[in-house]
């Protein structure tokens, strides 16, 4: 690979993506992290996310609903209230109006949806050929209530790991629908607002961690947190929950679900008894197939899948997600 | 014109995108105007910009600043303090790594020089062919201080006018540069942080308004004052500062400054006596050439000049700019 030119991985949100933030960005800006959310003033946060997903509609979902969805969800695992949208479209010249009309429909019913508002915009158009229809860039603002406090510096040893459901669903229904692989019922993308499951979360106490399980899936969460944290994770591959459609595609094109990227989905780290919060977070809309996977450890270092049998396999950070164009 | 399809002019910041955005967006979100800038909790100040400017590297700056600046002057023109930005990159794959450097360098440059922290970004990458080598969306957030009150409501008749300077610099130097006239010296942009300049404003007490002029010019600016505020605005063509370049090169182009894009000027209307006004534009970096060019009244409705034999000519709003890719 040349290194000198900006390759399709290093927009993957895998390890070639932080190590391109690391030395282009963060070593010049103020990011107090290589996030895409920080604090501001107060007890505000802010997340900022471009969306190029490819194609524009498909099953679950089109690129309006994602773009509301992303950032709510960056808002939301930071532990804050997502209140506040702006969206930025940059627009190919040539892109048919009603196209326009339906994703701005889709954004409002997916804001109604999370509880946010969509205050402040801006609308670039760029000449034929120079955008893939259309990218959209939103921002949120949400705000920590008092005394919410989560990050990877809280999770310790013994803490157990969850997801509130089935894994690889997005990437499955982008593959699917870019590939014209013509699966019936086509599967969908499980693109979701997950701000009802994080507060549920939040208000049972044992949060330690949450983060949504976007680009490079579970695994670059897990590394991500494993190298922030210091602390090995172990977990259980009979404990993943997958639908049979994700299964058979990942079998088929040589996938594994745990490298997918989601649009519903967050990783979660909690601490004490996991009955009560699994509990809770079955009673959101998105959190109803919610199980523990794994845990927390310093029998090890890094990330490990316990195979179903019984040995251990390391998960390491993917350089590169195996799909462009995801989100 | 196809009116089902988006067209170049429907970016261009005029009055086609202002019908775009009040029918396809105001209508469905919670947008208090048709701006990119609106107002969060307390008194944050939000406000987020697409910059899609061709070519990345112009005479008095590059994407990278004015992606700084852009967003900075939204939330100064606001009346507020620019705080914190995040920025969203869309990259397309084969960009030189050493040009995301030098703009990464060129942002966080003129970060230092506006007092803003970049504290959070997205990187994307797209195939090649599918964006123009890079596309930068900026949000910023700012806070007003407290007793700080500007806005269209307050403009009355008899409040004069001011610019910070020579209009059309920036849209003269994207030309030049873009279409290779190769006038010697080149023409540089205004690209600049206004922040200073906006706080010496405010500081003067007599400020109602002020609002960058940008895409559509001078004129959009005006155009949309008058309607906001319902009073006819009547400017005066000698008191124009405009360069002798930009004039030979709009003659050249049958190009009128009063249309073309500025990034580093601002239309502010003032009350009272102006002379301590101009005095305290002109003390700032950016406000060495302040003018008084016109004033409010209600003898005309709308936007007028006042030539130099003493006519009164119309200045509609334009539906398009004549520049596309201007920011």
């Known amino acids: 690979m040349n290194n000198n030119i900006i390759t399709l991985g290093h927009g993957s949100g895998c390890a070639l993506t932080r190590r391109l933030i690391d030395s282009v960005f963060r070593s010049r800006f103020q990011m107090p992290t290589l996030d895409d959310s920080a604090a501001l003033r107060g007890r505000a946060v802010i997340s900022t996310d471009a969306h190029v997903i490819k194609p524009l509609f498909f099953p679950g979902g089109d690129i309006g609903k994602l773009s509301i969805s992303g950032t709510v969800n960056d808002i939301a695992v930071c532990g804050a209230v997502p209140e506040f949208i702006t969206a930025a479209l940059i627009i190919e010249e040539g892109f048919p109006i009603a196209d326009l009309e339906r994703i701005a429909d889709s954004m409002q019913k997916e804001a109604t949806k999370a509880g946010v508002k969509i205050i402040a915009g801006d609308t670039k158009v760029v000449e034929r050929g120079q955008a893939d229809g259309l990218y959209i860039v939103t921002t949120g603002v949400g705000y920590l209530p008092e005394g919410v406090e989560t990050g990877s510096h809280l999770v310790c040893k013994g803490d157990s790991i969850l997801v509130n459901g089935t894994i690889g669903d997005h990437a499955v229904a982008i593959i699917n629908a870019r590939e014209e692989m013509e699966l019936e019922p086509a599967p969908e993308s499980d693109c979701a607002s997950l701000q009802n499951l994080t507060a549920a979360l939040i208000a049972t106490g044992h949060v330690r961690f ?74 959101t809309d998105t959190g109803r197939n919610s199980v523990v996977i ?17 040995s251990l396999r390391r998960l390491f950070m993917p350089e590169s997600d195996p799909l462009p164009r995801i989100c």
């Open 210 to 283: 949450m983060r949504d399980a976007t680009r490079g899936g579970v695994v670059t969460v897990l590394n991500e947190l494993s190298e922030d944290a210091k602390l090995g994770i172990i977990i259980d591959e009979e404990k993943l929950p997958v639908t049979s459609t994700t299964k058979a595609v990942c079998g088929l094109l040589g996938l594994d679900p745990l490298y997918l990227a989601n649009e519903g989905k967050l990783v979660a780290v909690v601490n004490g008894n996991t009955k009560p919060v699994v509990n809770a977070m079955r009673q």
């Open 294 to 310: 794994g845990r927390v450890t310093d029998e090890v270092q890094g990330v490990y899948l316990r195979t179903s049998i019984g």
